[in-house]
Structure formats: C-alpha cells, structure tokens
C-alpha cells in the first residue's frame, strides 16, 4: 500500500513558476516509477510526466516539453514536479501517480494503481 500526498500548487501569472512535491508513504515508493497527470475542468485526466524509480528516465507529454521537469529524492520519498514558463492552459488539478507500471514511459490512467488527492494550479492571463 502507497499513500501519496501533493503539495505546492497555487496562482500564478502567465510565464511564472511552480514546483509541485509528491510525498509519499509506503515501502515500495524508492523501487517505483511514478507519474505526473492533470486534470481540467470538463476535460479527462492526462499524462503530464513520468520517472524511472532511480531518477535515470523521464517521459514527458509534448504539451509540457521543455517547460516542466520531473525529478524525484527516494530518500525523502518525494517526487516533484517543476514548472516553468507556465500558461493559462496549464490551469489543472496536478496528480501523482504510482503502483502498476513498472517502468517510466507515456501513461494512460491504467499505469496508475495509487493516487494522491490532487493540487490545485491556477495560471491567469
């Protein structure tokens, strides 16, 4: 059993930066890849990005290539999610994901046994 906490979300302006932790209980944690996903009002939730148990590979939806890092600390436990250059359309409730892929690469919801509760981000124009 994994039990997985978001933090660090908020408003932002557009071009402006957020860093999203995922902290996570469970002693399977540090062996796991984990994921990043979104979801928008109205909209199904979607892949943001993706890490290999040992930090080595990372996956990232095109949507956020270039602007988001995922990198994680297993011996804190956490995963984060850095985000930079952020736009209105990023606006999203933020997700971790963990506990069926084995290995990091582009999610579906399937890839996902545990969640976290979600944190809000909120980019204004």
């Known amino acids: 059993q994994v039990q997985l906490v978001e933090s660090g979300g908020g408003l932002v302006h557009t071009g402006g930066s957020l860093r999203l932790s995922c902290v996570a209980s469970?002693?399977?944690?540090?062996?796991?890849?984990v994921g990043w996903f979104r979801q928008a009002p109205g909209k199904e939730r979607e892949f943001v990005a993706s890490?290999?148990?040992?930090?080595?590979?990372?996956y990232y939806a095109d949507s956020v290539k270039g602007r988001f890092t995922i990198s994680r600390d297993n011996a804190k436990n956490t995963v984060y999610l850095q985000m930079n250059s952020l736009k209105p359309e990023d606006t999203a409730v933020y997700y971790c994901?963990?506990?069926?892929?084995?290995?990091?690469?582009?999610?579906?919801?399937?890839?996902?046994?545990?969640w976290g509760q979600g944190t809000q981000v909120t980019v204004s124009s």
């Open positions: 469970g002693h399977t944690f540090s062996s796991s890849a």
């Open positions: 890490i290999s148990w040992n930090g080595g590979t990372s």
């Open positions: 994901g963990t506990g069926r892929a084995v290995r990091a690469g582009t999610w579906d919801m399937r890839d996902v046994r545990y």
